[in-house]
T-cell receptor, first 109, second 115 residues
Framework: KNEVEQSPQNLTAQEGEFITINCSYS?????LHWLQQHPGGGIVSLFM???GKKKHGRLIATINIQEKHSSLHITASHPRDSAVYIC???????????FGKGTRLHILP | GAGVSQTPSNKVTEKGKYVELRCDPI?????LYWYRQSLGQGPEFLIY????????DSGLPNDRFFAVRPEGSVSTLKIQRTERGDSAVYLC?????????????FGPGTRLTVT
């Protein structure tokens, strides 16, 4: 079992839909990152979380440390949101970072 | 200001050859990370520099892989006797300091293809 699991692996939705991407992890962590990767490889950091909730524009990220789970939400989704969304965790024991495999999101116009 | 840059953007090499991949971090960032991303997978940690020294090289898959950062800025990832399994996108990231408190800024990656 991977230490960081994301679901779904692939998601196709219509423009305007509310999107939720989930990340579960099995190790003790000090922080969790949500990253966005567009075709061509460029990765952008969206959020860094250690507790609670953060919001930036149409993006919301939440984390529940007790349940070892985080969600990334996109409201009023748009075709330009189409990308791979990657969850990455910093492990408590050594600050090493482990990445999920990513969720490929495709928003149809 | 300028972000993290990586050169070359693409590299095709024959099995058994030696390759060097370069990363220019954001000026002033002391921490530099190398990752490898295979098709359909998330990035995989290779090595982390704090300043000039490798603080953690536990992700390097074997002794064919080596990285340096002699002056604490530019880093070079070196792969000897390349194998087809080395084909991947090699990503570099930098942050102001090391550790979880600091956001990492990623470069565009170098796509390595070993034929």
């Amino acid at each position: 079992k991977n230490e960081v699991e994301q679901s779904p692996q692939n998601l196709t939705a219509q423009e305007g839909e509310f999107i939720t991407i989930n990340c579960s992890y099995s190790v003790g962590i000090s922080a969790l990152h949500w990253l966005q990767q567009h075709p061509g490889g460029g990765i952008v950091s969206l959020f860094m979380l250690s507790s609670g909730k953060k919001k930036h524009g149409r993006l919301i990220a939440t984390i529940n440390i007790q349940e070892k789970h985080s969600s990334l939400h996109i409201t009023a989704s748009h075709p330009r949101d189409s990308a791979v969304y990657i969850c990455a965790v910093f492990m408590n024991r050594d600050d090493k970072i482990i990445f999920g495999k990513g969720t490929r999101l495709h928003i149809l116009p | 200001g300028a972000g993290v840059s990586q050169t070359p953007s693409n590299k095709v090499t024959e099995k058994g050859k030696y390759v060097e991949l370069r990363c220019d971090p954001i000026s002033g960032h002391t921490a530099l990370y190398w990752y490898r991303q295979s098709l359909g997978q998330g990035p995989e940690f290779l090595i982390y520099f704090q300043g000039t020294g490798a603080a953690d090289d536990s992700g390097l898959p074997n002794d064919r892989f080596f990285a340096v950062r002699p002056e604490g800025s530019v880093s070079t990832l070196k792969i000897q006797r390349t194998e087809r399994g080395d084909s991947a996108v090699y990503l570099c990231a930098s942050s102001l300091r090391g550790g979880q408190a600091y956001e990492q800024y990623f470069g565009p990656g170098t796509r390595l293809t070993v034929t």
